[in-house]
């Protein structure tokens, strides 16, 4: 629910704030005070339309600050994503300021956001009805989803239904895909099973292109390493045609038998440690040794390695930047080659498919359809029930329910009637609220939901003015519901009342007490606040609506 909302320059309004509670409030006051700004200020914050001219003259920049409690886990995971946060009292907090120069920003939980961020989080706690939400209702689709919301037994079958639908389109579309580019498919095939086989034939293995790259330097410096290697070796062991002195290990192992063999301590020292540095020669000539050993002897090794390097190239300038990259490759190939299959018989299997998934989504469209007849002829009778309450008796509507193609909103389109016309071209102004006014009657189902009406009452007065009241009272039994409204007997039957006063050039919204609620309507029943009769008649009116909205609660389980 909305908790409260503060408005700072926007339109007359310099800075106002006004809270909520539960039930029905109304928002009353003269033409011109600023009425409207409140219902304005909440198209903003659900995301709506930002207009520069709505700032207040005068004004750098209007914003709106709206406060809303919720327990529901949709409402919690918008705010969570957008990175925002409840308050310390569990709220959120959305917010929306518009610059005069005309660029607008919005905030939640504490959070910069885009404005369709904003609507999507008010999509789940506020609807807002003003005249060009009335002229929505006239759309096929929003009328189809009213077919579909005064029936829970339709969003099981319709999500039934969309999922049939989707694999119907897809398979579909796969066959179409392939029967149209066949030829373009065909050679896109042959161009894979090349690849593969090119690179299955030179057969690269992972990371074999660096390996590769090492092994042929040092092939290109065998010659050079041997010479160095042996010289090293034959200094530390000794070897053949080295004989001028005697070879590093010997002298070293006499050195250190004469260091280990004196009593005196520092010489022994000295010898352990010249027998440490022995036994680390014998580890280098050991490895010296290997070194020489692994040192390739066959000359034509240099020149298949090379040509293997050459093979390895051809594949990574096709196909990706190293043998690592094109193996990844092969793999995606095959994969894909995998799904492409452009026989006959392939497509003849896949043409299988999809007539058995048209047949099932085909099945579940009618299943839809047959609830949908149900639900929309409840519909129409229950509507025509409150228009009839509210001062339209010779008023029926109708919902037909009309084939059309295959969707993914089903088989179905749908066309609310006006004894038995078009809503569009048989319902006035006047009429058209009071039509979506039943409408939100009757689709109240469980509550707890904002709704906002503006201009609800337009071209509405006497007998039909006392039924909107009282229709408004049981629809805020269990949803919170906000008014604006000229009429007394609709102003009668809140739970709340906010007024909308303008002082010179500003106007600011107050909180009524009884006596002042009585007073408003004594002023609203054509100015007559200042005689006893017209307060008296306010009063009785007062008093009649709250006695009636005490039985709606009495009488409305909980």
Known sequence: MLVDITIEDLGVIRRSTAEFSTGLT??????????????????????????????????KK??????????????ADIVEEAGGNADE?????????????????????????????????????????????????????????????????????????????????????????????????????????????????????????????EQIKRLQDVDTLRESAATALAAIDGAEGYAEDEPASTLLGQATAALQSSEDKDLARLGAQLGEITSQLGDISGELGMFLSDLPA?????????????????????????????????????????????????????????????????GKAAALTKARRKAAEKLGASVTDELHGLAMPNSELTVALNETKYSKTGADEVEF????????????????????LALEVVLAHAGGATMVFDEVDAGVGGRAAVEIGRRLARLAVHNQVIVVTHLPQVAAYADSHLHVAKDKF????????????????????AGLDDTATGRAHAQELFDRAQTEVEGFRASSPL
């Not at 209007?62 to 409402?75: C, H, K, L, N, T």
Request: aromatic share 4%; hydrophobic share 40%.
């Open 89 to 213: 009292n569990g709220e959120y907090i959305a917010a929306r300021s518009l610059a005069a120069g005309g660029r607008s920003k919005a905030y939640l939980g504490g959070r910069a956001v885009p404005a369709a961020t904003l609507s999507t989080f008010a999509s789940e706690l506020i609807t807002v009805h003003g005249q060009n939400d009335q002229l929505r209702l006239l759309a096929p689709d929003q009328q189809l989803s009213a077919v579909d919301r005064s029936d829970g037994m339709i969003a099981p079958l319709l999500d039934d239904y969309q999922a049939s639908f989707r694999t119907w389109r897809d398979l579909a579309k796969d066959y179409r895909r392939r029967t149209e580019a066949r030829r373009e498919l065909a050679q896109e095939v042959d161009r894979l099973q090349f690849a593969l086989r090119e690179i299955s034939e030179v057969d690269p293995q992972p990371g074999e292109d660096v390996e590769l790259q």
């Open 417 to 436: 009637q006006l004894n038995g016309k078009p809503l569009a071209s048989a319902a006035s102004g006047g009429e058209l609220s009071r039509v979506m």
């Open 298 to 362: 066959d000359p034509n090794q240099l020149e298949h390695s090379l040509r293997r390097q050459q093979d390895l190239k051809s594949l990574t300038r096709k196909y990706a930047e190293d043998i690592d990259g094109v193996l990844a490759w092969r793999d995606d190939a095959a994969a894909k080659l995998e799904t492409m299959d452009t026989s006959a018989e392939a497509l003849e299997e896949l043409k299988k498919k999809v007539k058995e998934a048209e047949k099932e989504a085909v």
């Open 26 to 59: 109304v928002l009353t006051g003269e033409t011109g005070a600023g009425k409207t700004m409140v219902v304005t200020g909440l198209r903003l914050l659900a995301g709506g339309r930002a207009d520069a001219s709505r700032v207040r003259d005068g004004a």
């Open 62 to 75: 209007a914003v709106v600050e709206g406060r809303f409690a919720s327990d529901a886990q949709a409402v």
């Open 506 to 525: 500003t106007s600011g919204v107050s909180d009524l007490s009884e006596e002042e609620r009585v007073e408003e309507l004594a002023r609203m029943l």
